[in-house]
Nanobody, 115 residues
Framework: VQLVESGGGLVQPGGSLRLSCAAS????????MNWYRQAPGKERELVAG????????NYADSVKGRFTISRDNAKNTVYLQMNSLKSEDTAVYYC?????????WGQGTQVTVSS
């Protein structure tokens, strides 16, 4: 099983980034997918989630209206479009796959929002 995140980097406040997570080794379309993040000195928090078919999405209050989660089951990939980025969005972002008691994690990608 592999979850490989990409798309992180340094961006100015107000800017945008799109994170991708490419999955392999499991039946991607059967799993709910999530993005978590962890800032230095803080606990890992759920940012956004999407159901296996893509029909249901949920977001942390702190990112509602700015971030959009989506998935392409044909490409085994989940995305996180991040707009209007703020300094407080700086964190390592992790891709997560979950189905019943099974859960997989990616290695994370750093997002830094700074001028």
């Amino acid at each position: 099983v592999q979850l490989v995140e990409s798309g992180g980097g340094l961006v100015q406040p107000g800017g945008s980034l799109r994170l991708s997570c490419a999955a392999s080794g499991f039946t991607f379309s059967a799993y709910g997918m999530n993005w978590y993040r962890q800032a230095p000195g803080k606990e890992r928090e759920l940012v956004a989630g999407i159901s296996n078919g893509g029909g249901s999405r949920n977001y942390a209050d702190s990112v509602k209206g700015r971030f959009t989660i989506s998935r392409d089951n044909a490409k085994n990939t989940v995305y996180l479009q991040m707009n209007s980025l703020k300094s407080e969005d700086t964190a390592v972002y992790y891709c997560n796959a979950k189905r019943l008691s099974r859960m997989y994690w990616g290695q994370g990608t750093q997002v830094t929002v700074s001028s």
